[in-house]
């Protein structure tokens, strides 16, 4: 008998084909057939009038520290995801020497926003090799299927020292060779790949700039060497691509003969240069130079919120003055204080904050269900504000005021040069881009990018309304299929005879991304903002049941992945 059946569900099964109605069987954890009417099972699931799918394969996250004291990696697994990788952008936490773990947390808390006093009280560093952190993460049953990289900066810094923190410092043939042999390790016992950082957005808490990010063609030639050597792993990148830069990195997936996975993001400052690196990608491929870029499904969008990390008065010395305050009680205060407000409002120090949320605000509009990640700009806080004909910071507190203090204001920072999401439309149907970037367990005070599975769906396969949208079957392709083959997964993404049974049971209909809403859960008490899902009616991790109806079973099948 069969362990599962989920019956005459509308089966997308990731490899792209047209949607069919099939019965999807399951037995020890695996597929075994797809098909219009399978035998009786111990569990049989009615999926009439339903998605099923693959689970989501999530690559780009950064749960490094989060998956050593959290086994169900919320956000992501309320969104369907059921294998993610981290160790993204040359960040991490090994391999590490007993006593410089500061500066580690430092770097990450200032590249992903993730505070030093949560990571601080939340991992117990007992590895100092990057195969003994892989074994710390293997003792842990989890929700889902976890994969990581190895951290450039890391690296780095572990072979070099203190020196090694500073970008512009060039590490010596010995220090070369030993991040050469400590990577081949790594790959060695399980590392999917490893990744650096080349952009100058990625600053450590101290303000100094990633390790990583002059890394000079020796040390870039000896660490390609060694992937080569190993003949395992993947190169992922995030970079600015200044002039030259993408030729370099191209030299280093070719010297190492691996796929290199970069990130591809439209920024205001240079709107157009995410189409010369497409061209270099695809110019990469023809030549045989494996390589793709990961995108995203909506605008990175900073979330602006009374509690949140980012929003327009944290500069304003009245603001500061709170900060001892719960906030409730702040809420409370500026709700029944007229002077208070006004105090505010009016104080404006001459500083570069307050210049940027001059521009921000101008693009920032009201999040409320349903939520709308394509916001007319017709309706951002500035156009509001000069419709009414009100002070325009006035406006953004009357409206961060609304809900109890709780409203959430969303910035689109990135990808929303037009106003619109035309950008990212063409970079998901390019057939050489993967979904990406979603971020999950980093920024957790600026962005909640982990629900993008969820949004990919619903905004550009049902409710887009400002332009084209995009089939199904291509969308769940491109968070399947493709991005399970990026990292060389080739044992789950597609629903098929033989494949690992990572599933959803989707009710498409009512799918949908909740508001998002700042909470107090993290280790020493620390803040993230989180976002729940409506409509996933099951999801499953080797035919085990993680997830229904919106609420996590408890159950932990989910494992460390070795490449």
Known sequence: MLDLVIRGGTVIDGTGGAARTADVAVKNGVIVSVEGKAGPATREIMADGALVTPGWVDIHTHYDGQATWDADLTPSSWHGVTTTVFGNCGVGFAPVKPGTEPYLINLMEGVEDIPEIVLSEGIDFRWESFPDYMNVLAETNRTMDIG?????????????????????????????????????????????????SRTIKHKAADGRFTPSLTAREPELVGLARAMKRSGRGIIQVNSDFEPGDFETLRGVAAEAGRPMSVL????????????????????????GVRMNGQVSSRPIGILMGLETSVHPFITHRTWRAMADLTPAERYQRLKNDADLRRQLIEERPSNGHIKWMEFG????????????????????????????GVDLWAKALDMMLEDDGKAILLYPFENYNAGNLDVIRDMLMDPETVCGVADGGAHVGLICDSSAPTTLLTLWGRDRTRGEGIPLPHLVKKQTRDTALTYGLTDRGVLAPGM????????????????????????????????????????????????????????????????
């Open 264 to 287: 591809l993001i439209q920024v205001d400052n240079a709107p157009d240069r995410w189409l010369d690196t497409r061209a270099g990608i695809r110019a990469a491929n023809a030549a």
């Open 148 to 196: 990581t990289q190895v951290p450039h900066a890391a690296l780095r810094f572990y072979c070099m020292g203190d020196k090694g923190a500073d970008h512009g410092s060039t590490p010596s043939e010995d220090e070369i060779k030993q991040m050469g042999l400590l990577l081949e390790e790594a790959l060695g016992a399980g590392a999917l790949g490893f990744s650096t």
């Open 500 to 563: 690992k049974a990572d599933i959803n049971v989707i009710d498409f209909e009512n799918l949908r991304a909740l508001q998002p809403q700042v909470v107090y859960d993290m280790p020493a008490g620390g803040k993230r903002l989180i976002q729940r899902a409506a409509g996933y009616r099951h999801t499953f991790v080797s035919g085990i049941e993680t997830q229904a109806d919106g609420e996590l079973t408890g159950n932990h099948p989910g494992r460390l992945i070795r490449g």
């Open 361 to 388: 605000l101008t693009r920032a509009c009201r999040l409320a269900e349903p939520l709308d990640y394509e916001p007319d700009l017709a309706n951002s806080v500035a156009a509001i504000a000069e419709r009414e």
